[in-house]
T-cell receptor, first 109, second 116 residues
Framework: DAKTTQPPSMDCAEGRAANLPCNHS???????VYWYRQIHSQGPQYIIH???NNETNEMASLIITEDRKSSTLILPHATLRDTAVYYC??????????FGKGTSLLVTP | GAVVSQHPSWVICKSGTSVKIECRSL??????MFWYRQFPKQSLMLMAT?????????EQGVEKDKFLINHASLTLSTLTVTSAHPEDSSFYIC????????????FGSGTRLTVV
């Protein structure tokens, strides 16, 4: 699987948009970009995933660059409950997800 | 949506005993399940991949005789930590493929194992 690079930590004010970047410069054509988050002592929670096009769901938006070498997860209106570690993972569908170190997002009042 | 139930959520056992952790897909059939473990302040590390009706595939460095995985049905996979030692204390998490939705990977809530 291609590896990803994420900043180790980020802060965001409550109510503001949180933009979490991810670099995946070695991504291959069949690999999806997945985003999961993990709140302390819980299992990872699915957020969103995409292949080429930008995606949006009730939780977040995923912006993938045209060359697919990087992406940004956007939480439009961050709340305190969004404080978690966010993982960006690239993987072929059907294979295990290999987690990197992720970004620890702290949402402050 | 897809739900994966993992039990127990926490367990304390004595050194030398065995512990079984169950991972169930509640509303879908999971042909493939994955087992991870996570040490404090670290990321999830893939331990093994299990496919229903066949032997599990273990990642390098994971002892298959110590971490027994059984995936006897399309809704249940079990991980048994045999002859547990304090260094096996960790957070164990399962993930299942399949279910509703297009993303395909659903995670359990994890099991905190403490070996004393």
């Amino acid at each position: 699987d291609a590896k990803t690079t994420q900043p180790p930590s980020m802060d965001c004010a409550e109510g503001r948009a949180a933009n979490l970047p991810c670099n995946h410069s070695t991504i291959s054509g069949n690999e999806y970009v997945y985003w999961y988050r993990q709140i302390h002592s819980q299992g990872p929670q699915y957020i969103i995933h995409g292949l080429k096009n930008n995606e949006t769901n009730e939780m977040a938006s995923l912006i993938i660059t045209e060359d697919r070498k990087s992406s940004t997860l956007i939480l439009p209106h961050a709340t305190l409950r969004d404080t978690a570690v966010y993982y960006c993972i690239v993987s072929n569908s059907g294979y295990a997800l290999n987690f990197g170190k992720g970004t620890s997002l702290l949402v402050t009042p | 949506g897809a739900v994966v139930s993992q039990h127990p959520s926490w367990v304390i056992c004595k050194s030398g005993t065995s512990v079984k952790i169950e991972c169930r897909s509640l509303d879908f059939q999971a042909t493939t399940m994955f087992w991870y473990r996570q040490f404090p302040k670290q990321s999830l590390m893939l331990m093994a991949t299990s496919n229903e009706g066949s032997k599990a595939t273990y990642e390098q460095g994971v002892e298959k005789d110590k971490f027994l995985i059984n995936h006897a049905s399309l809704t249940l996979s079990t991980l048994t930590v045999t002859s547990a030692h304090p260094e096996d204390s960790s957070f164990y998490i399962c993930s299942a493929m399949g279910g509703t939705g297009s993303y395909g990977y659903t995670f359990g809530s994890g099991t905190r194992l403490t070996v004393v």
